[in-house]
């Protein structure tokens, strides 16, 4: 029996509801007293300044020690009539390290966490790192051939594997360690790897489903190819490289640079005559695998060639002159070659017509299927070979630059070259049109709503997607190739773990005449992530956090990845759970220099957030930039940062890209702005300790107090704050939320309220305002500033109502009514002489146009003089 009235006591006898009773009320009393010690330790003499290094050291392993970012924290009602706020982390790479782009998205979304958390919602923000096929295998397989000089293929697959796991037990939480310097609140109990087995599951079963449902199917079609890596690619993973004109490249494989960014114009001949048809290409190498030229059927050029062929000058191949209307009349000639097996337009020009795909490439790029002396030369190498025999041969007419754009593999810098394999794939027509549908229908709430128009292109236009991938490290795909030892069976394929059993009834044979053989190839990195928000949780098993917190509330996340990845969570959610995996979709912008520049390596301004945390003394690392580029990068950091960057902290760092976030516009960020926000905080740290000192170590805060004019002034621009701040959380309008925080506490806290207090010019210095302003103050800021929030909370008295809440991060975030019910209602005359001039100005700007307009109705006069005297008549 597991209930508490069968406990058993020391003496053997089951322990009565009230000795159980009493137990728990001294455990309740024993950590009561631990949580105070702790705290109590912690309040140090606050320091003169404010110090991030101080001020970070020790706050988030409390906050996790006591179990704040876990949604059961605090009392459970179900339901939780405040609801449920549950995001899950776009999951970083196990391979990577922190960019300023992961710290804009763990500002946002740890701020809107943290502010949902605050508001007693049941709050979970749900940790996870993708296993990144093809960035950890390159990364391991460099490791093994710099220590011990073997390739994985040294190794086999199972070996390698060990030692991709061994790695990323040794490595692979790095991220996460860097997400907690960030002050992301995140249950990390909850933390989840795409290859943990739970995931792997609800993968397998994924694809399974899908397959059964005709949904996954099995085709030969062109794909992205990265030879060096041996593996076909997503285009999220193709970098476009745009080129000006001839331009030379380093190629992985090859010692010198290959030229690129040329045209190159050439003859074929009809056949039966001595006319000829001059075509041009970029890739002249792959003029061995074509099988027509193409004109379009409104060109009168070559009206009298239909039905002709044309012959290739290094083979007997005969190729018929094809009529499409794709053709580019006014480009070049207008007659294009066509190489269906190497080139996507000339794929579907192939299909179309019924062409001969002749593919010349292998998986290493060699060269196949051609005539000697071309036959098995390296690509790039074949690219001059035929560009001299054309010139031997008299076919040759002429080159010239072009501007072009060269696909380049981002994880190997190879060349992308189009190749046909037979892959696995995905039909999205009509999961792409209920995704499309979803957000048209108002199910799906894209922010900002200009995203509106990609959305619907890419998923009305969507084509097929490819999920399988020629790598070790990944999820196996969940296949298997069958030969049954019975001549009378042709061969096929079944898939799931009772393989050999569905083999042996569909092809009606017992079980010892089947063979299996498991495909080779892995799923693409993207469709496990497509899943997440519900593998997670247990799917396809019905647990209850998937019955809690699935759908969930929010993706953030940036908007390069919306069709990549966020389309597809919409798809793979609808077909699989038949829910939509969140509710709204906000997008944040990207992150690019002070000078509005991509952030890249070879202009040196990639910044590792951490590094704007604590300070650096920039030096260039060791990277795999030529030289003129490390020179390049090199002057650039020069330029930009010439005595390195200060220390900034954590919290002045995500209050700058708060602030920075105005939706629909890139993020031009200057690491100045960053250290100024640092100079904020210590405004606040000198702010609140100079009103420590004024309160002084007797002051008992109270929930009511009388106010005087500048009281209830300073109350009334918290209440704006306070509904400024809610109202920019609910709509995402970070700098709304920043805008009110920095006025509030800068402008009229320090520079008006706290300089009256400061020159006592009034006869009513009311300590319970300045607590009030103090307090709700510092909570206002917390979500966005954690640390020196929590640090400066602690250090003030609680009031009776606050009292049962140990960090400001689980104590309720201030209400607009909250702090309007310490002045409405009340009628006065007041006058208030202040010196400063900026609070003149202010003051008078306020009274007169700023005032809340449910309550503004106000008689201003003034009174000459170096020390203005300012009379105010409210009614609120």
């Known amino acids: 029996c597991y209930s508490q009235k069968c406990v058993p006591s020391l003496s053997g006898k089951p322990k009565t509801e009230a000795q159980l009773k009493k137990e728990a009320k001294n455990r309740e009393k024993l950590e009561k007293f631990q949580k105070k010690k702790e705290m109590e330790e912690k309040k140090n003499p606050l320091p003169d300044s404010y110090s991030p290094q101080y001020v970070e050291a020790a706050w988030y392993s409390w906050w996790e020690k006591q179990g704040y970012f876990k949604p059961e924290y605090g ?13 899950c982390i776009p999951p970083p790479n196990v391979t990577g390290s922190l960019h300023l782009g992961h710290a804009l998205t763990n500002a946002i979304q740890d701020s809107l966490t943290r502010w949902h958390r605050m508001r007693g919602e049941t709050t979970l923000w749900n940790p996870g790192c993708d296993h990144a096929g093809i960035a950890t295998q390159v990364v391991v397989e460099k490791k093994l051939m710099r220590e011990r000089g073997m390739s994985r293929h040294n190794l086999g697959r199972d070996q390698f594997i060990q030692e991709v796991w061994k790695w990323k037990n040794e490595k692979g939480d790095r991220i996460y360690h860097q997400l907690k310097k960030l002050g992301s609140s995140l249950d990390w109990d909850r933390a989840c790897f795409t290859m943990d087995p739970k995931l792997s599951y609800a993968v397998q079963e994924a694809f399974i489903r899908l397959h059964e449902d005709g949904v996954i199917y099995r085709s030969k079609r062109l794909v992205n190819w990265s030879c060096t890596l041996n593996s076909a690619i997503s285009d999220i993973e193709v970098d476009k490289k745009e080129l000006t004109g ?23 001949k009809i056949e039966g005559s001595d006319e000829e048809v001059i075509v041009a290409t970029t890739r002249i190498e792959t003029m061995l695998g074509d099988s027509a030229v193409a004109v379009h059927p409104a060109d009168p050029r070559y009206q009298h060639l239909k039905g002709k062929m044309v012959l290739h000058p290094f083979c007997d191949r005969k190729m018929p002159i094809v009529f499409d ?13 066509i190489t269906p097996a190497h080139d996507h337009n000339d794929y579907e020009v192939g299909n179309r017509h019924n062409l001969a795909f002749i593919n010349i490439l292998d998986e290493n790029g060699l060269l196949i299927n051609v005539p000697a002396p071309f036959l098995g030369m390296k690509r790039f190498e074949a690219r001059k070979a035929v560009l001299q025999a054309l010139k031997d041969r008299g076919h040759f007419k002429e080159t010239k630059d072009n501007p072009m754009v060269v696909p380049v593999c981002s994880r190997s810098k190879d060349i992308v070259e189009p190749l046909l394999k037979p892959q696995w794939y995905v039909d999205c027509a009509d999961m792409g049109k209920q995704a499309a549908d979803s957000v048209r229908e108002g199910g799906l709430k894209i922010i900002p709503d200009h995203h509106h128009k990609t959305w619907f292109n890419w998923l009305d236009n969507i084509r097929d997607w490819c999920i399988s991938r020629q790598l070790w490290w990944g999820h196996r795909i969940p296949a298997y190739f069958v030969t049954v030892n019975d001549p009378s069976v042709k061969p096929g394929e079944v898939r799931s773990e009772a393989a050999r059993d569905k083999a042996a009834k569909r092809f009606n044979v017992s ?31 019905e647990t209850q956090d998937l019955s809690v917190f699935y759908p969930g509330t929010l993706l953030e996340t940036g908007h390069d990845i919306l069709f990549f990845w966020v389309a597809r969570m919409v798809m793979m959610g609808l077909k699989l759970t038949g829910k939509l995996p969140f509710k709204e979709v906000y997008l944040h912008a990207v992150v690019r220099d002070a000078h509005g520049r991509k952030m890249s390596k070879s202009l040196g301004n990639v910044i590792d957030p951490l590094d704007v945390i604590t300070g650096i003394s920039l030096e260039l690392q060791d990277s795999n930039l030529d030289p003129v580029e490390v020179e390049k990068a090199k002057q650039g950091q020069k330029s930009d940062y010439p005595t390195g960057i200060p220390e900034c902290g954590t919290d002045a760092l995500r209050f700058a890209l708060c ?42 805060p109270s929930e009511k107090a009388q106010e005087s004019v500048s009281d209830r002034w300073i109350l009334s621009r918290l209440c704006t704050a306070v509904g400024l701040c809610n109202a920019g959380f609910q709509a995402y309008d970070f700098p709304a939320i920043t805008t009110a925080i920095y006025n509030f506490w800068l402008y009229e806290l320090c520079d008006v309220y706290l300089v009256r207090v400061c020159l006592h010019l009034s006869a009513c210095e009311n300590l319970q305002t300045l607590f009030t302003c103090l ?18 909370y602690q250090r003030l008295p609680r009031r009776r109502s606050q009292d049962g809440h140990p960090s400001i991060h689980v104590t309720p975030y201030p209400e607009t009514e ?9 009628n006065f005359i007041g006058t208030l002489s202040i010196i400063n001039h900026r609070a003149c100005v202010m003051l008078s700007v306020i009274c007169g146009l700023r005032w809340l307009s449910d309550y503004r109705r106000c008689v201003v006069s003034s009174s000459a003089g170096t020390v203005r005297t300012w009379t105010v008549r409210w009614s609120l």
């Not at 089947?514 to 990195?525: K, S, W």
């Open 246 to 268: 001839r331009t030379l490249l380093p190629v992985p494989g090859y010692k010198d640079k290959v030229e690129f960014g040329v045209l190159v114009s050439f003859s074929y």
């Open 75 to 87: 009392p459970m009602a179900e339901p939780n009539p405040r609801g449920v706020f549950m995001m």
């Open 775 to 792: 307090e709700t103050g510092l909570r206002l800021l917390a979500p966005i500033m954690p640390f020196v929030g929590e640090e400066l």
């Open 659 to 700: 602030a920075y976030t105005s939706q629909g516009r890139d993020i031009n960020m200057d690491v100045n702005r960053i250290l100024g926000y640092r100079h904020f905080c210590n405004k606040l740290w000198n702010a609140v300790k100079f009103a420590m000192r004024t309160l002084g170590d007797n002051f008992v």
């Open 818 to 826: 909250e702090v309007r019910e310490r002045f409405k209602g009340l």
């Open 325 to 337: 209307e794709f053709v580019d009349v006014n480009f070049g000639t207008g007659a294009v070659k």
């Open 511 to 541: 079980t010892d005449k089947i063979t299996l053989r498991q495909d080779e190839d892995v799923l693409d990195t993207w469709f496990s992530s497509g899943i997440f928000p519900f593998s997670i949780f247990g799917w396809p098993n």
